[in-house]
């Protein structure tokens, strides 16, 4: 399984960013997909997650603020970021797993820059 990240770059505070993340590969395999992300200094957080029946699971950091959804028949999950805020600046990296929880054996995908600036 290969992940493919996109979106991101440089945002407001208060703005809104988007991120989508596509699964290729053995993509049907694939349950749970979400988001972590990794700031400077931080050990790095799980931000939100979605498995394939939909259901969600958010950090108490972005509830309220960022939307996690999915189009299985495209094997891509997104990540709807809005009213940012400067604290949100981190590298984001996709993940995935085969069940419905993350294992040592999940997939990563390569990450993406979001800085929130004015």
């Known amino acids: 399984v290969q992940l493919q990240a996109s979106g991101g770059g440089l945002g407001q505070p208060g703005g809104s960013l988007r991120l989508s993340c596509t699964a290729s590969g053995s993509a049907n395999s694939i349950d749970i997909m979400g988001w972590f992300r990794h700031a400077p200094g931080t050990q790095g957080d799980m931000v939100a997650s979605i498995t394939r029946t939909g259901r969600t699971i958010y950090s108490g950091f972005v509830q309220g603020r960022f939307t996690i959804s999915r189009d299985n028949s495209k094997n891509t999950v997104y990540l709807q970021m809005n009213n940012l805020r400067t604290e949100d600046t981190a590298v984001y990296y996709c993940?995935?797993?085969?069940?419905?929880?993350?294992?040592?054996?999940?997939?990563w995908g390569q990450g993406t820059q979001v800085t929130v600036s004015s």
């Open positions: 993940a995935a797993d085969s069940g419905t929880a993350y294992t040592d054996r999940a997939y």
